[in-house]
């Protein structure tokens, strides 16, 4: 590899890690219902603001040893890990384009945006499991990049739409149902919302495998948690992880499976 291509590749990690501190804000302050577009970050225990110099994604938190510099209190090591799970997902994207001769098949501004897509997707994973929330931000955002890739794809607009109406409906009348039958609601807002962006960038018809397989993979956890009492019948549990993980499966592997099961029925 060329001096150049290592210091781009360097820069790109970079860039993500300084998205994923941001995108921690973005969380954090969705969750406690503030602005993240105003105010500087403060310490989440004594709230004095916290210095530039202090906020450098990866950087700080080491120099600092993991304590805020004011009260010394322990910050959170999820912001840590979340920047550095962003810079290994950097290099390990440009270093595989780089090397794979298949992936460089595919246009780089697709590819850059289907890997921005599910850069987010993983955010609003983290969200979702750590707040029980999906910050519309995040929503907003993954519209933006699969219209774009759909742009990019140069292919028929009728399909994502069509796969965007179905699951809207699906969720809607489940969401309607479900709380007419238990009388409290058994689906969030958020994940008929989330479900927007990755039925549009599935498109039809495998938007339907991948909200099967949410269904399914949800449901053996579902039974997982009650059978070793983890929680009880009629808790909350959250879904969007479930459409989140059966998304990136339909993405992948859709074809395979659609192949392979069609395979076995005729
Ligand atoms: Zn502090």
Not at 1 to 10: A, G, K, P, T
Not at 56 to 64: A, E, G, H, Q
Not at 114 to 121: E, G, I, K, N, R
Not at 130 to 140: E, G, K, M, N, S
Request: aromatic letters at 20%; proline letters at 4%.
């Amino acid at each position: 590899m060329f001096f150049f291509e290592l210091v781009l590749i360097f820069f790109f990690a970079l860039f993500l890690s300084f998205l994923a501190s941001f995108f921690n804000v973005v969380i954090f302050r969705t969750a406690k219902e503030e602005s993240f577009v105003k105010g500087r970050s403060k310490c989440e225990s004594c709230h004095q603001q916290i210095a530039w110099y202090d906020n450098v994604p990866l950087l700080s938190f080491l120099l600092l040893r993991g304590k805020c510099r004011h009260c010394h209190k322990k910050i959170a090591r999820i912001y840590f890990l979340s920047e550095l799970l962003a810079f290994v997902l950097g290099l390990t994207f440009a270093v595989a384009y780089l090397q794979l001769p298949s992936l460089q098949l595919l246009p780089i501004q697709q590819l850059m945006l289907y890997f921005l897509f599910t850069f987010v997707l993983l955010f609003a994973l983290l969200a979702d499991l750590q707040y029980l929330i999906v910050p519309d931000f995040f929503v907003a955002l993954l519209i933006i990049l699969a219209v774009l890739a759909q742009l990019f794809s140069g292919e028929n607009w009728l399909l994502p739409i069509l796969a965007v109406l179905f699951s809207s409906v699906f969720f809607y009348a489940l969401y309607f149902s479900a709380s007419k039958i238990l009388h409290k609601p058994a689906l969030g807002f958020g994940d008929i919302k989330l479900m927007i962006p990755l039925a549009f960038l599935l498109s039809w018809p495998k938007v339907i495998l991948s909200i099967f397989l949410a269904f399914i993979i949800g449901g053996i956890f579902a039974m997982l948690l009650l059978l070793t009492g983890k929680k009880k019948i009629g808790q909350a549990l959250p879904f969007a992880p479930f459409l989140i993980v059966a998304f990136l499966i339909t993405f992948v592997f859709g074809e395979a499976i659609w192949q392979w099961y069609f395979g076995f029925l005729f």
